[in-house]
């Protein structure tokens, strides 16, 4: 055989085995507090307001599967080997309607874009402009969220919640950071913004 033919050989191998190399090895999920306990809890909440959450709005910069940090004010690091287990503006989301189910003592929420033709009391609208772990050791969710009526649409209120969270790790250590702390601090600094919303009182 010629070397020409090793050498194609060679570079389809070494092409081959990039690949399996870049492929992600570990997927990450946001979850509510207490969700591990509540799945065998049924709930018949149905006299508290009809809530829509959405939509949710994340920066491009994190509307893609792999996990990205902030190195600093101007640097973002992305992680193709730890990435997110589906949609992360839909798992922000989902969480959301965990803690304001709870907060408000209803089961009568929707996610965006939402089939039912039912009248809602309140719409939620959250813009997030930042949500990402930090060389600090903190997770820092910046978000502004609005709520509107559901039967016109009028604005009720308007926030800005700034949350830094623990990771709990230490980000700048020779292993490097541990992304199911995380994962764990994201979904604690979400369910620290519905917490927010659920206390200005309009969601009652």
């Known amino acids: 055989m010629s070397r020409a033919f090793f050498g194609t ?24 507090p207490g969700a591990e306990t509540a799945q065998a809890v049924q709930t018949t909440r149905m ?12 920066p491009e910069y994190l509307d893609r599967s792999e996990i990205v ?23 922000v989301q ?14 009568r929420l929707f996610l965006y874009p939402w089939s039912t033709s039912g009248q809602m009391t309140y719409q939620v609208l ?7 772990a930090r060389e600090d050791g903190n997770v820092v ?17 308007m926030g800005r919640t700034l949350l830094r969270e623990p990771i709990g790790a230490t980000p700048n250590g020779v292993a490097g950071p541990d992304y199911a702390d995380i994962a764990a601090a994201m979904s604690r600094s979400v369910a620290r913004l ?11």
Not at 47 to 58: D, E, K, N, V
């Open 47 to 58: 006299a508290g307001p009809s809530i829509g959450i959405g939509p949710i709005t994340l």
């Open 126 to 132: 959250v813009q997030i402009n930042a949500f990402e």
């Open 141 to 157: 969710l910046d978000a502004r969220w609005t709520v509107l009526s559901g039967r016109t649409q009028d604005v009720l209120k």
């Open 94 to 107: 989902s969480v959301l309607a965990e803690v304001l189910s709870d907060g408000m003592n209803t089961d």
């Open 9 to 32: 050989a060679l570079l389809l191998i070494c092409g081959t085995l990039a690949g399996c190399a870049s492929k992600p090895s570990n997927f990450y999920i946001l979850s509510a």
């Open 69 to 91: 940090t902030r190195n600093s004010e101007t640097t973002l690091e992305v992680h193709e080997m730890n990435q997110w287990g589906g949609n992360l503006t839909e798992n």
């Open 194 to 204: 519905g917490q927010e919303i659920a206390a200005t009182g309009l969601l009652r």
